[in-house]
């Protein structure tokens, strides 16, 4: 199976930025430009993350439009006493159908690891949330030249258990760690190899079909720039973008990188 069969995702992660009169606004630029061309999204879904605060807001407002709503982070229990935390059945009770597991920020600043990352991913499923894992290596990995080894380990403890069915749910994000939000980004031919590796661990522990199937997006200062020299790779199914989606015309641009 080749690259073109499987789905195209071409992602916005808000972060901790924007607060509801900006997210309106950025919502309505996006809104504005699709509903005059929505060719550009062909073959493609986009999805958003907004801060979690906004997620009804993002879905009121992107009813009527292609632009899917996804939550940032969940917690792995169902409910509780768990002060701050939101669960996966929270965020499809608001509408929001993907979520973002594992993301470095979340492992760096607030110490989850690929263990933990794999409660969510279950927890997730469990209430039909698409989880879209993140795994990559630090600037330190990179030089050590462990890259493959710490992408290999956090896919394979991250989907740890999960069944041949649940795999064919899952998205894969492969961000390092040192091109995020740094104007750093690995080589088009560097992320290739790493999304291959992915494909080749989703090959070993499951089955030749799934790893072909699954879409691996690639993340770290993606901008209008680039975007197109990751997306021509074969094994780049989309990427995860975070400070470019922040404006509707750089974010335009990368949806449009086809076009
Ligand atoms: P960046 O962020 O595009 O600003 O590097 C990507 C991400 O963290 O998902």
């Given at each position: 199976?080749s690259?073109?069969?499987?789905?195209?995702y071409?992602?916005?992660?808000?972060?901790m930025?924007?607060?509801?009169?900006?997210?309106?606004?950025l919502?309505?630029?996006?809104?504005?430009?699709?509903?005059?061309?929505?060719d550009?999204?062909?073959?493609?879904?986009c999805?958003?993350?907004?801060?979690?605060?906004?997620?009804?807001?993002?879905?009121?407002?992107?009813?009527?439009?292609?632009?899917?709503?996804?939550?940032?982070?969940?917690?792995?229990?169902?409910?509780?006493?768990?002060?701050?935390?939101?669960?996966?059945?929270?965020?499809?009770?608001l509408?929001a159908?993907?979520?973002?597991?594992g993301?470095?920020e979340?492992?760096?600043?607030?110490?989850?690891?690929?263990?933990?990352s794999?409660?969510?991913v279950?927890?997730?499923?469990?209430?039909?949330?698409v989880?879209?894992?993140?795994?990559?290596?630090?600037?330190?990995?990179?030089?050590?030249?462990?890259?493959?080894?710490?992408a290999?380990?956090?896919?394979?403890?991250?989907?740890?258990?999960?069944?041949?069915?649940?795999?064919?749910?899952?998205?894969?994000?492969?961000?390092?760690i040192?091109a995020?939000?740094?104007?750093?980004?690995?080589?088009?031919?560097?992320?290739?190899?790493?999304?291959?590796?992915?494909?080749?661990?989703?090959?070993?522990?499951w089955s030749?079909?799934?790893?072909?199937?699954?879409?691996?997006?690639?993340?770290?200062?993606?901008?209008?720039?680039?975007?197109?020299?990751?997306?021509?790779?074969?094994e780049i199914?989309?990427?995860?973008?975070?400070?470019?989606?922040?404006d509707?015309?750089?974010?335009?641009?990368?949806?449009a990188?086809?076009?």
């Amino acid at each position: 199976m080749s690259k073109p069969s499987r789905t195209i995702y071409i992602t916005g992660n808000w972060k901790m930025n924007l607060l509801g009169d900006e997210v309106s606004v950025l919502i309505s630029e996006l809104k504005e430009s699709l509903d005059k061309s929505p060719d550009i999204l062909d073959n493609k879904i986009c999805i958003i993350f907004p801060p979690q605060p906004y997620i009804a807001l993002a879905i009121e407002e992107t009813r009527d439009c292609p632009i899917i709503v996804g939550g940032q982070n969940i917690f792995f229990e169902s409910g509780g006493p768990f002060t701050g935390e939101v669960s996966p059945k929270m965020l499809t009770d608001l509408g929001a159908r993907y979520v973002l597991i594992g993301h470095s920020e979340r492992r760096t600043h607030f110490g989850e690891d690929s263990e933990l990352s794999n409660l969510k991913v279950k927890a997730a499923l469990a209430e039909s949330l698409v989880p879209i894992l993140c795994c990559g290596e630090t600037l330190e990995e990179r030089e050590r030249k462990v890259t493959e080894m710490v992408a290999v380990d956090q896919i394979e403890t991250a989907c740890t258990g999960l069944s041949p069915e649940e795999i064919s749910k899952i998205i894969i994000a492969y961000e390092p760690i040192w091109a995020i939000g740094s104007g750093k980004t690995v080589t088009p031919d560097d992320a290739n190899h790493v999304h291959k590796l992915i494909r080749k661990v989703l090959r070993r522990n499951w089955s030749e079909k799934l790893a072909e199937g699954c879409s691996v997006l690639y993340g770290g200062s993606v901008t209008p720039d680039n975007i197109k020299d990751f997306m021509k790779m074969d094994e780049i199914d989309g990427v995860l973008v975070g400070g470019a989606s922040l404006d509707s015309k750089s974010f335009l641009k990368i949806i449009a990188y086809d076009r």
